[in-house]
């Protein structure tokens, strides 16, 4: 169900968001563990180039103005004081590292060597002490420290950590959602090419793999339907012409065939080359054959001139129209065969148009199937007389129409009953074959089983 398949891609996305930011936290942690002191370094020198001017400005302006004037002046933190406060908390050894690595550039690059002492107060608030030359009295300046481990963390560290992040992601990702899925897809592909009949896969994974695996869930069932097919149109073959080979194997055996035997002999004959045909047109398909436009009256015609004028009337609409010639002849033949031998004559077949679409109907004048079993009436090998298949009925004749309606791009389907229309039907039931005239000239996709 789509809502389903919401919930399953929003609880994905939060994994994975999930996964993401746990990845950047842990990558932080390892860059500031392997590149903390390098960068700390680097910090502690721009610091001190920093603070080795602001210290001299600031003492050359204390030769002149008073220390509270210099500090509103410039924002700086001063404090006379001769020893500045001890710091509520212990300075960590790395702090008090950084300290003296501060105190050493501020050495080089002043003409003397200033005090500077860590005062650490808070968990955050990290500071150094550092002593300033005066004339009148002794001031300490108060700069805050940066900590390597503070939040936001240093972009560089920050672009290294996300760097890391979708590396680790994008690997995860390909391991779970790509390359997991493929495995099992390769699998249920090996065991396709020796021949076994695998169960459907699970769609599973990135959308792009779960839709390779539903194209391969629908190939299976294709190839499970075919075979299924070819077992039973082999079992059918073996049981239709089982019959009259039979009697024409008895019959021959007779010493002398009277006339009534020979015509008996050749009805069986008729049987099977009807049987066979029947066989090779539903083997056929159709497809390869090209669209050719003809009119449709005469090709009708010709299919009808067989059948006696008595027993199967016209009514035929001039148009012309690109169709497969062979193929819907061959499906109109069936239609008229069923007719005549399932339903009553006289049979009527009718050609018009109406609302752009070609329609060939079939009417006959007995009692038509059942509703209930125009479905199965469609499928291969399906006879709702089992009697028919003694006179050379296999099953096959509607399945071959139903498929030709579909290369044509039409459709099949059967009336019963009065229509609503101001004329009265030429017959109690029929086969309506209808395609459309405007998606006619279009090439028409294979039919898949």
Same mark, same amino acid.
């Given at each position: 169900m789509p809502s389903t398949s919401w919930q399953k891609r929003i609880s994905s996305l939060l994994g994975w968001g999930t996964l993401a930011l746990g990845s950047s936290a842990f990558c932080l942690i390892v860059f500031q563990a392997l590149f903390g002191r390098q960068l700390e370094q680097l910090q502690t020198i721009q610091l001190g180039r920093d603070l080795a001017l602001n210290v001299r400005l600031t003492e050359l302006a204390l030769e002149r103005y008073p220390p509270h004037l210099v500090a509103e002046l410039t924002g700086l933190d001063l404090v006379v004081t001769v020893r500045p406060k001890l710091s509520p908390l212990t300075p960590s050894t790395a702090f008090k590292r950084q300290a003296e690595a501060l105190q050493q550039q501020l050495c080089k690059r002043l003409s003397h060597c200033p005090m500077v002492h860590p005062h650490h107060s808070a968990r955050e608030d990290r500071s150094v002490w550092i002593e300033l030359i005066s004339p009148l009295e002794p001031i300490w300046l108060r700069v805050k420290v940066p900590s390597m481990m503070r939040w936001p963390p240093?972009?560089?560290?920050?672009? &290294?950590?996300?760097?890391?992040?979708?590396?680790?992601?994008?690997?995860?990702? &390909?391991? %779970?959602? %790509?390359?997991?899925? *493929?495995?099992? &897809?390769?699998?249920? #592909?090996?065991? %396709?090419?020796?021949?076994?009949?695998?169960?459907?896969?699970?769609?599973?994974?990135?959308?792009?793999?779960?839709? #390779?695996?539903?194209?391969?869930? @629908?190939?299976?069932?294709?190839?499970?339907?075919?075979?299924?097919?070819?077992?039973?149109?082999?079992?059918?073959?073996?049981?239709?012409?089982? @019959?009259?080979?039979?009697?024409?194997?008895?019959? *021959? +055996?007779?010493?002398? *065939? +009277?006339?009534?035997?020979?015509?008996?002999?050749?009805?069986? *004959?008729?049987?099977?080359?009807?049987?066979?045909?029947?066989?090779?047109?539903?083997?056929?398909?159709?497809?390869?054959?090209?669209?050719?436009?003809?009119?449709?009256?005469?090709?009708?015609?010709?299919?009808?001139?067989?059948?006696?004028?008595?027993?199967?009337? #016209?009514?035929? +609409?001039? #148009?012309? &129209?690109?169709?497969?010639?062979?193929?819907?002849?061959?499906?109109? @033949?069936?239609?008229?065969?069923?007719?005549?031998?399932?339903?009553?004559?006289? %049979?009527?077949?009718?050609?018009?148009?109406?609302d752009s679409r070609c329609i060939i109907e079939i009417w006959d004048q007995g009692e038509g199937m059942p509703a209930n079993q125009w479905e199965q009436a469609l499928q291969p090998f399906h006879r709702l007389d089992r009697s028919r298949g003694q006179q050379g009925h296999c099953g096959l004749g509607l399945a071959i129409v139903s498929h030709v309606a579909r290369i044509h791009g039409g459709r099949l389907e059967c009336l019963r009953g009065k229509l609503q229309s101001q004329q009265p039907p030429p017959g109690r039931f029929a086969i309506r074959l209808s395609i459309p005239i405007a998606l006619n000239d279009q090439p028409s996709a294979p039919m898949q089983s």
């Open positions: 240093e972009p560089t560290l920050l672009g &290294l950590s996300l760097v890391g992040a979708g590396i680790i992601c994008g690997g995860l990702f &390909l391991l %779970v959602e %790509v390359e997991a899925p *493929l495995r099992g &897809l390769e699998k249920a #592909l090996a065991r %396709v090419g020796e021949g076994g009949g695998p169960d459907a896969v699970p769609a599973r994974g990135a959308p792009e793999v779960q839709r #390779l695996t539903q194209r391969f869930n @629908a190939m299976v069932q294709r190839l499970a339907a075919s075979r299924q097919e070819r077992a039973t149109m082999l079992a059918g073959i073996a049981h239709d012409l089982r @019959a009259p080979i039979t009697r024409l194997q008895f019959r *021959l +055996s007779l010493p002398e *065939l +009277s006339p009534e035997d020979r015509e008996r002999c050749a009805g069986d *004959l008729q049987s099977l080359e009807r049987i066979t045909g029947q066989f090779l047109l539903f083997a056929g398909g159709g497809e390869s054959e090209a669209s050719v436009e003809v009119p449709l009256e005469q090709l009708l015609a010709e299919v009808a001139n067989s059948h006696p004028a008595d027993e199967l009337q #016209l009514d035929l +609409s001039p #148009l012309s &129209l690109a169709v497969k010639p062979v193929a819907l002849g061959r499906a109109v @033949a069936n239609l008229i065969d069923n007719a005549f031998a399932y339903g009553s004559a006289p %049979v009527v077949l009718r050609l018009r148009e109406v």
